[in-house]
Structure formats: C-alpha cells, structure tokens
C-alpha cells in the first residue's frame, strides 16, 4: 500500500496536468505559445506521463475544437445532452477521436489550423506495442507491490486514466455544479475549489474565456493549479503566455442584472 497508493496519485495528477496543460491549454487552445522543439520535447514527456493512455494532441485538440464549436448540439462529440449515459458518451468520443486521429475523416480547416502534428510520433505512441508495454509495468508494480487485494482494482483504472479525466469533465461538469457565466450550453463549474481535476472543473469558466490560460480566478476561491505552474514555465522562458483578457466578475453581474431589468421593462410595456 506504501508503493501503490502514492504510485496511483502520482500518475493521477502527472497524465492529467499534460492533458490540461498540453493538450487542452496549448494544443486545443493556443492559451500560450512554445517552440518547435519545446513543443516535440512535451509530446514525448506527455507519452511517458500518461503511458498506456496517450493521447494525440493533434486529435485531442481538433476534436475539443469541434466540442466548443457544437457545445451540447447533436454535433458535439461528447454531450450529456445526446447520450444515454456516460458510457455511451465515452464511447462515441473514442470512436470520433480515434477517426480524427488516423484521419480518416476529413476536418473542416478551422479545427485543424495551429494544432501540433507529430504524426509519426502519434502513430507509435498510440501503438498496441507501446500501451500494452506501458500497461506491463503497471501490472509488474502492482504484482510487486500491492499487498492488499483492492489495490488491484486500481490497476483498470490506471490503464484508462486519460479517458477517465475527460469523461469526469464533459459528463459530470455539463450535469452538476454552478454558473459564473450565462452561455449557450450546459457547462457548469463542476467544483468550487479544484483540488481533483487540476482547474478542469471551472468548465463554466472556461466556455466563456476558451483561450484563457487561467481557467479560475474568477471567484476568490477558484484557484487553478496548472496556471500556477504555467505563470512558473512563463517565468522561466519556456512558454509565453498570450495576452488573456481580465474578467470583474462583479461589473459583469451588474450589467447583466441592468440588461435583465431593460429586458423587464420592455416586457411589460
């Protein structure tokens, strides 16, 4: 339980942060920008942190381009809204992942314009060669070193943790939570303060500001961990961060409570 219980967080929260800090932020969004040679040396330490679970950037943030473009429309890869439950969701997303990701489907120029291509790389990492290698040395920690049962049940979700992430925020972040921002889909602040998802759950945040580096900070308490370490790569000159828009949230609300009342007022003239 001393090797497996900190092994199992560890790779939590390192696959997660090169999906939202990767993936998403830099890939799907530009939120900031990194060399050519940076951005080769991320691919690779994206393939060592989520091992079996790799995901394509370049499939990855086509296909997250498509969901803020139809968010919670019949074209939306992944919405509650057109799905049964989140199993039917997570298996329409893989089939549509996976379509973009071989290009076996062609993708309007707008989804695929800036995204990272490294198909020769995605190819390998995505190999059966390469997950089942990767689910193998699970397996050989977990054989040495789970000395109580019910560690082993940790293991299928190990092999799937990248799924598992994105599954959490485009089911349960369109499902439950609150509302900064009144948009044209269900998104929802899945938690008010982010300590599992690594500022993921701000989702309502982020569908209002999609390129915003800070998917927090709106109220006091929705600190986003990932931001922290990219003001710290900012800092360090390996990233630069874009220009983001600041957000009072307070004016905001008073003018959306104005523009409520002019709207009342014309109602009942």
Do not use: C
Request: proline residues 3%.
């Amino acid at each position: 339980m001393e090797v497996i219980i900190p092994f199992f967080i560890a790779h939590w929260y390192l696959s997660l942060f090169f999906q939202t800090f990767f993936l998403h932020r830099y890939a799907a969004h530009g939120a900031f920008t990194m060399s050519k040679f940076t951005e080769k040396v991320f691919f690779v330490l994206t393939w060592i942190f989520q091992g079996s679970n790799y995901l394509s950037p370049y499939g990855y943030g086509v296909m997250h381009r498509m969901h803020h473009a139809f968010a919670d429309t019949e074209d939306d890869p992944h919405s509650p809204k057109y799905d049964d439950n989140i199993f039917k969701m997570m298996w329409k997303t893989k089939t549509i992942y996976s379509a973009i990701t071989s290009r076996q489907v062609e993708v309007d120029k707008r989804f695929t314009d800036g995204v990272p291509k490294w198909h020769a790389f995605d190819r390998f990492a995505r190999s059966w060669v390469s997950r089942i290698g990767w689910g193998a040395v699970y397996f050989f920690v977990y054989w040495n070193y789970a000395d109580v049962w019910w560690l082993w049940l940790l293991l299928p979700a190990q092999w799937m943790l990248s799924p598992i992430h994105g599954a959490i925020i485009n089911w349960f972040a369109h499902v439950y939570g609150y509302r900064n921002f009144e948009v044209g889909d269900t998104s929802k602040n899945f938690l008010p303060v982010d300590f599992l998802m690594m500022g993921e759950s701000y989702h309502n945040n982020h569908h209002k500001y999609g390129s915003r580096a800070n998917f927090g900070g709106i109220r006091w308490h929705e600190i986003d961990p990932t931001y922290q370490v990219i003001k710290l790569l900012n800092k360090a000159g390996v990233i630069n961060i874009v220009q983001q828009k600041q957000v009072d949230l307070k004016a905001m609300r008073q003018e959306e409570k104005a523009k409520k009342a002019e709207k009342a007022k014309k109602v009942a003239a």
